[in-house]
């Protein structure tokens, strides 16, 4: 029996399995031996044997790791567990690393249908996303207020499902957005101006996002404020650099 506790980590955590072999008999297992296998790489891979079992060194190549373990007997009746743990590899965000184990014996075996099992972590992408909005202190009615927002991925891993909201009080109408590179921008129904920005596929990428804000009218309003959230499907360890905004405000000529 193969289990995975927790089920899911964030890339850069532990990842913890145990395997249970267990002799139902009725005659002890002579030679018993147990084969782990993973489909990731796993350079830092520790193992935890009953007394009486030795194992081997992980052989990591390939794109997975395995490893095989060994006793002279197992007891009618007697279980073996072992633990197993590994850090989640960034490179495995957003996936799962299952671990397949199996057991044998020189010992004829009655039932093999339940000599194998499996059991699988979800790895989290972790991506520490920052966001800042930069722009004019003042403005002169009439004149073109040009902002940015920058965003970026900090890392370790990359960011499914990136996302970027712009907002200002400027009425919509006043409001040009140039999108980043491979990035796409969606005016919002508001009358002041809203915007979600999405990736055009795969991971987001860092960019950066030219807000431009004509000031003309006699009811445009004095102090003028873009505001940015950045966001994706990663968990991200520092939320407090997801957004941003600058204010200008109105002078004369």
Same mark, same amino acid.
């Given at each position: 029996?193969?289990?995975?506790? *927790?089920?899911?980590?964030?890339?850069?955590?532990?990842?913890g399995f145990? +395997?249970?072999?267990?002799n139902?008999? *009725?005659?002890?297992?002579?030679? =018993?031996?147990?084969?782990? #296998?993973?489909? !990731?790489?796993? =350079?830092? /891979?520790?193992?935890?044997?009953?007394?009486?079992?030795? $194992?081997?060194?992980?052989?990591?190549?390939? %794109?997975?790791?395995?490893? +095989?373990?060994?006793?002279?007997?197992? #007891? @009618?009746?007697?279980t073996a567990?072992?633990? /197993?743990?590994?850090t !989640?590899?960034?490179g495995?965000?957003?996936?799962?690393?299952?671990?397949?184990?199996?057991?044998?014996?020189?010992?004829?075996?009655?039932?093999? #249908? @339940?000599?194998?099992?499996?059991?699988?972590?979800?790895?989290?992408?972790?991506?520490?996303?920052?966001?800042?909005?930069?722009?004019?202190?003042?403005?002169?009615?009439?004149?073109?207020?040009?902002?940015?927002?920058?965003?970026? @991925? /900090?890392?370790?891993?990359? +960011?499914?499902?990136?996302?970027?909201? /712009?907002?200002?009080?400027?009425?919509?109408?006043?409001?040009?957005?140039? !999108?980043?590179?491979?990035?796409? $921008?969606?005016?919002?129904? *508001?009358?002041?101006?809203? !915007?979600?920005?999405?990736?055009?596929?795969? *991971?987001? @990428?860092?960019?950066?996002?030219?807000?431009?804000?004509?000031?003309? %009218?006699?009811?445009?309003?004095?102090?003028?404020?873009? +505001?940015?959230?950045?966001?994706?499907a990663?968990?991200?360890?520092?939320?407090?650099?997801?957004?941003?905004?600058?204010?200008?405000?109105?002078?004369?000529?």
């Amino acid at each position: 029996v193969v289990e995975a506790d *927790p089920a899911e980590v964030d890339a850069g955590e532990t990842m913890g399995f145990t +395997a249970t072999a267990a002799n139902a008999g *009725p005659d002890d297992a002579e030679f =018993p031996g147990v084969g782990f #296998a993973f489909d !990731a790489e796993l =350079p830092d /891979l520790a193992i935890d044997a009953p007394a009486g079992w030795t $194992c081997g060194a992980p052989v990591v190549e390939g %794109g997975e790791t395995s490893v +095989a373990c060994n006793a002279e007997g197992l #007891a @009618n009746a007697a279980t073996a567990e072992f633990t /197993l743990t590994a850090t !989640a590899p960034a490179g495995e965000a957003g996936q799962t690393i299952a671990l397949t184990a199996a057991v044998t014996a020189q010992t004829q075996d009655l039932g093999p #249908a @339940n000599d194998s099992d499996s059991a699988a972590v979800t790895v989290q992408g972790q991506a520490d996303l920052a966001i800042v909005v930069d722009g004019p202190a003042t403005f002169v009615r009439g004149a073109i207020a040009e902002f940015t927002a920058s965003a970026s @991925n /900090l890392g370790p891993s990359t +960011a499914p499902a990136m996302t970027v909201s /712009l907002s200002s009080n400027a009425p919509s109408a006043s409001v040009e957005t140039v !999108a980043g590179a491979g990035w796409t $921008c969606d005016a919002q129904p *508001p009358a002041t101006y809203r !915007a979600q920005c999405t990736h055009d596929g795969g *991971p987001g @990428n860092d960019a950066v996002f030219a807000v431009n804000v004509s000031t003309g %009218g006699k009811l445009f309003p004095p102090r003028v404020t873009v +505001a940015a959230v950045v966001a994706s499907a990663a968990v991200d360890p520092d939320p407090s650099n997801n957004q941003s905004s600058r204010t200008s405000v109105r002078t004369r000529p």
